[in-house]
């Protein structure tokens, strides 16, 4: 099974400011196969990213994706109210397809 | 637009059996697959397995082999998961989730709203 370990655990930032999101894998994943997720409280996740760096239909700009083999990130430019979230990434490369325990982005 | 309605909360007792309904509409049914992912309470997403409603063929975690049984009915563009031998760590949101391409098998963009299955003696 892959695991994806995601850092920090927990995100304090103020809005305008730039979040940068970790997620390693524990063996090397296709790009191709790898996503970001949002999740606000009570909804279900949002697709945000897929194949690393691709933004997901309506996704805004300010959201971006990069990395590849073992290393991924999510990066948030200018961060507004609406993102503050919990953000998890996820990997469908091998079976069981897995996801990682979340960074939870919070308001400083 | 595309929309994955689910069933509602359910509440059951351990050993028992849980069936969860998606409803599709919005996108042709059988062209893409379907994924179960439940979250157990302050947890991340666990993918628990995947259906093609095309010809049924179906992939599960292994730890959810034994118990799981996944299904489609294309007449009503409805999917099933059944959970059996509920034990209290099968306490968690449910969702369906429609991959987002043919070529990305459990890759979903759209979600169900979820349903909270409560196991409780």
């Known amino acids: 099974e892959i695991v994806l370990t995601q850092s920090p655990g927990t995100l304090s930032l103020s809005p305008g400011e730039r979040a940068t999101l970790s997620c390693r894998a524990s063996?090397?994943?296709?790009?191709?196969?790898f996503a970001w997720y949002q999740q606000r409280p009570g909804q279900a996740p949002r697709l945000l990213i897929y194949g690393a760096s691709n933004r997901a239909t309506g996704i805004p700009a300010r959201f971006s994706g990069s990395g590849s083999g073992t290393d991924f990130t999510l990066t948030i430019s200018r961060l507004e109210p609406e993102d503050f979230a919990v953000y998890y990434c996820?990997?469908?490369?091998?079976?069981?397809?897995?996801f990682g325990q979340g960074t939870k982005l919070e308001i400083k | 637009q595309v929309q994955l309605v689910q069933s509602g909360n359910e509440v059951k007792k351990p050993g028992a059996s849980v069936k969860v309904s998606c409803k599709a509409s919005?996108?042709?049914?059988?062209?893409?697959?379907l994924s179960w992912v439940r979250q157990a309470p302050g947890q991340g997403p666990e993918w628990m397995g995947w259906i093609s409603p095309n010809n049924g063929h179906t992939r599960s975690a292994q730890k959810f082999q034994d118990r799981v049984t996944m299904t489609t009915d294309t007449s009503t563009r409805t999917a099933y998961m059944e959970l059996r031998s509920l034990r209290s760590d099968d306490t968690g949101v449910y969702y369906c989730?429609?991959?987002?391409?043919?070529?990305?098998?459990?890759?979903?963009?759209?979600w169900g709203q979820g349903t909270l299955v409560t196991v409780s003696s």
């Open positions: 989730a429609r991959d987002l391409s043919q070529w990305l098998v459990g890759l979903p963009d759209y």
């Open positions: 996820q990997q469908c490369s091998g079976s069981p397809y897995t």
């Open positions: 063996q090397s994943v296709s790009s191709t196969y």
């Open positions: 919005g996108y042709n049914f059988i062209t893409l697959g």
